[in-house]
């Protein structure tokens, strides 16, 4: 079904895992399809309540575009390229109505940086790096990043980011918030599945909705985010999810949760 990626579903989780070791999991239109194709799947199927996404191996969560590929196959068109393929990408991550959380096995350059800033929580091996370096090729930062970074750490530091292209290590990158949490890379299964668990076990319409409208709200004001939260808590009250949140309450006991 894939051959540049590898989609493993377990008890309500799937793991989507860039499976290009040769290239530092580099981006390949192949690769980009086949990420969209797996993270709109995923989305699609209700037996899913969360997506992982991740690299092969320890040493890179995505170097970026495939730079070579885009030379061998001729491609003269940068935007058309991002028209067709990364922002399509990027829009699945952003539009799935579950938590996508990022595995940074490793590092995580140029478009590497933008996809996983596209997702939901971003816990990172410790000894990775970010970098945004279009820069060192005469781009620009793209597939989103001009989008998420100002909207993290402030125009004047992604400026600079972008600017310099330089490498952020983990503990700064902590610390301006672009991860959540740096681990061990030994440690990493267990942190991410520490969420994981929490996820599949959790109201995902709830949890799909409160994106769709954490999404809206950095282009909105009050008043639209207000009546939003009104629209969609009205479709929540009338859940299956609802109505055992409110029993498991009464009866002082765990919830259970089916995503109805």
């Not at 067709?84 to 990022?102: D, F, L, Q, T």
Request: glycine share 8%; aromatic share 6%.
């Amino acid at each position: 079904m894939y051959d540049n990626i590898i989609y493993e579903v377990s008890e309500g989780a799937v793991t989507i895992t860039l499976n290009r070791p040769q290239v530092f999991n580099a981006l390949s239109t192949e690769l980009i399809k086949e990420i969209t194709k797996a993270v709109e799947t995923a989305s699609q199927d209700e037996t899913i309540r969360v997506i992982v996404l991740t690299g092969t191996g320890d040493k890179a969560f995505c170097s970026g575009a495939d730079l070579k590929a885009g030379l061998d196959k001729g491609l003269t068109s940068l935007g058309d390229s991002l028209r067709e393929n990364y922002n399509p990408m990027i829009k699945a991550i952003r539009n799935a109505e579950k938590p996508v959380i990022c595995r940074l096995n490793g590092i995580a350059a140029g478009a590497g940086m933008s996809l996983a800033l596209a997702c939901d929580i971003i816990i990172a091996n410790q000894d990775a790096y970010m970098s945004e370096l279009f820069v060192g090729i005469g781009l620009m930062p793209d597939a989103g990043s001009m989008f998420f970074l100002p909207r993290t750490i402030g125009i004047q530091k992604a400026f600079e980011l972008c600017s310099t292209g330089r490498k952020v290590y983990m503990e700064e990158a902590l610390g301006l918030g672009l991860v959540t949490k740096a681990v061990a890379f030994e440690e990493l299964d267990a942190a991410v599945g520490e969420l994981v668990d929490i996820y599949k076990n959790s109201a995902t319409r709830s949890i799909g909705l409160m994106k769709k409208v954490l999404n809206q709200s950095l282009n909105s004001n009050l008043d639209e985010i207000l009546e939003q939260e009104a629209i969609n808590q009205d479709l929540l009250g009338k859940t299956h999810d609802f109505a055992e949140g409110i029993m498991a309450f009464l009866q002082k006991r765990k919830t259970a949760f089916k995503n109805k």
